[in-house]
Nanobody
Framework: QAQLVESGGGLVQAGGSLRLSCAASGRTFSSYAMGWFRQAPEKEREFVAAISGKGRSTYYADSVKGRFAISRDNANNTVYLQMNSLKPEDTAVYYC???????????????WGQGTQVTVSS
């Protein structure tokens, strides 16, 4: 899996929704766990959500539980992050990444997208 491309970011008002997409190249997409991370200015990169290769397992950071949902469409080599009830503190660059294992740590992820900006206004 050589390339990941995020899309769907933008500017929304607090309480609104966005759906991020991450399109992957390669023929073995379902062999990889996928994760979403985010990084705000002057903040550490933080884990947001992860999904196993077949989509049977998911995990979320406490800060987004109940608001965000990760999913994947292996037939189209795409992973999604549905973001609802957005808050200003969700403002960050969002990155998707792939891993050979279902994990929460960024160091487990081998390939990263370029990122997409999400800005939530108040």
């Amino acid at each position: 899996q050589a390339q990941l491309v995020e899309s769907g970011g933008g500017l929304v008002q607090a309480g609104g929704s966005l759906r991020l997409s991450c399109a992957a190249s390669g023929r073995t997409f379902s062999s990889y766990a996928m994760g979403w991370f985010r990084q705000a200015p002057e903040k550490e990169r933080e884990f947001v959500a992860a999904i196993s290769g077949k989509g049977r397992s998911t995990y979320y950071a406490d800060s987004v539980k109940g608001r965000f949902a990760i999913s994947r469409d292996n037939a189209n080599n795409t992973v999604y992050l549905q973001m609802n009830s957005l808050k200003p503190e969700d403002t960050a660059v969002y990155y998707c990444a792939s891993s050979t294992v279902f994990a929460l740590g960024a160091s487990s992820y081998d390939y990263w997208g370029q990122g997409t900006q999400v800005t939530v206004s108040s």
